[in-house]
């Protein structure tokens, strides 16, 4: 089937019978004139097919219409992880229904090795957000100081508007779980400590020990987040030969790597130990046993991001914003008899 020949502004006008800058103010909702008019004119620009030049449009309105996206892989989980994925989704879906598109940031263009600015400034982004990033990189803290608008889903710098998961309560709320389930020797298995995700996750832990002076518990450090570092750190646990009721996993990926370790050493989830992981990632609900875990809105993250930076491209200032999280009981947690 032969594609239909797109129209341009001066036939769209020949069509219409109204000046090209009648026609202009029309397809760009700018300008003073009836809304019988626009509205004309839009059904004329559908019927023949007219897509508006992008770069005259953002010649125009002196607007590039492009948000540069940082996401910064140093814990090697990839584009695809389940949790960044879906609030990247959140994100995208928002953006472009105010007509916006994103471009990864990345150091290098044409071969040539350049900073988060300078890419920002050769493609002229209007602002940019922050999926997540490494807390020791020296890029972000110039995107700070030129002024750029941007908004981040990861805390770490006090003048970035942020939106993330509430884990403070987070890390309360799981440990709070587990002492109503009678539990009282509680370990923590914590992210990175250079994450303030993995800090405010063990700080939340802490409080709640600190409030009950009857919970044994002990504390083990992941260097990431990963199936493999969950798997490592029970080890250490097993090794102990005094076993925990419970254990609080700072992440879920780290949560399937416990229960493999404690499998394989024949210790039962739940009936010999309980584990509550963080993030509800989506499959988890399916494996056996089903993961009991503290669930991030993940969507509502990305949404919120794309809404508090498209204010601030506008001129709006924004402040930072902490999304609820929520128990989701499933099978890995009981009542410790």
Avoid at 25 to 47: M, P, V
Avoid at 108 to 127: D, P, T
Avoid at 137 to 144: A, E, H, Y
Avoid at 203 to 225: C, L, P, R, T, W
Wanted: glycine letters at 6%.
């Amino acid at each position: 089937m032969k594609m239909k020949q797109k129209a341009n502004i001066y036939e769209l006008a020949t069509k219409s019978g109204f000046s090209v800058s009648t026609v202009s103010k029309a397809l760009n909702h700018t300008g003073r004139i009836s809304e019988a008019t626009r509205q004309k004119i839009l059904k004329i620009a559908s019927e023949l097919n007219y897509i508006p030049s992008y770069h005259a449009k953002a010649l125009s309105l002196n607007k590039s219409w492009i948000i540069g996206i940082i996401y910064s892989d140093n814990l090697g989980i990839g584009f695809s992880h389940p949790h960044f994925s879906v609030i990247l989704e959140g994100f995208k879906q928002e953006v472009e229904k105010e007509g916006y598109e994103i471009t990864f940031i990345n150091r290098n263009m044409g071969k040539r090795s350049m900073s988060y600015l300078e890419f920002c400034q050769y493609r002229q982004v209007e602002g940019v957000f922050i999926v997540n990033y490494y807390s020791l990189s020296k890029q972000v803290p110039q995107l700070i100081e030129s002024g750029l608008p941007l908004v981040s889903a990861d805390a770490g710098f006090d003048h970035i508007p942020t939106v993330t998961s509430n884990d403070l309560l987070g890390g309360v709320l799981a440990t709070q779980y587990l002492y109503k389930l009678s539990h009282r020797k509680i370990d923590h298995i914590a992210g990175p400590s250079y994450t303030i995700s993995a800090q405010q996750r063990k700080k939340g832990f802490m409080q709640v020990v600190s409030e009950h002076q009857d919970i044994i518990s002990h504390i083990y450090e992941a260097n990431n987040y990963s199936i493999e570092d969950g798997y490592q750190q029970a080890l250490k646990i097993i090794e102990k030969n005094d076993l925990p009721t419970a254990i609080f996993v700072a992440g879920d990926f780290m949560a399937l790597g416990v229960i493999q370790a404690l499998k394989e050493h024949h210790v039962r989830v739940p009936e010999d130990i309980s584990i509550i992981g963080y993030d509800d990632l989506e499959f988890l609900k399916y494996s056996q046993p089903a993961l009991t875990t503290v669930s991030q809105n993940k969507l509502e993250i990305g949404k919120r991001a794309a809404q508090y930076l498209i204010q601030q491209i506008n001129g709006e200032t924004v402040s930072s914003l902490n999304v609820d999280v929520e128990i989701i009981e499933r099978e890995t947690c009981q009542k410790c008899l």
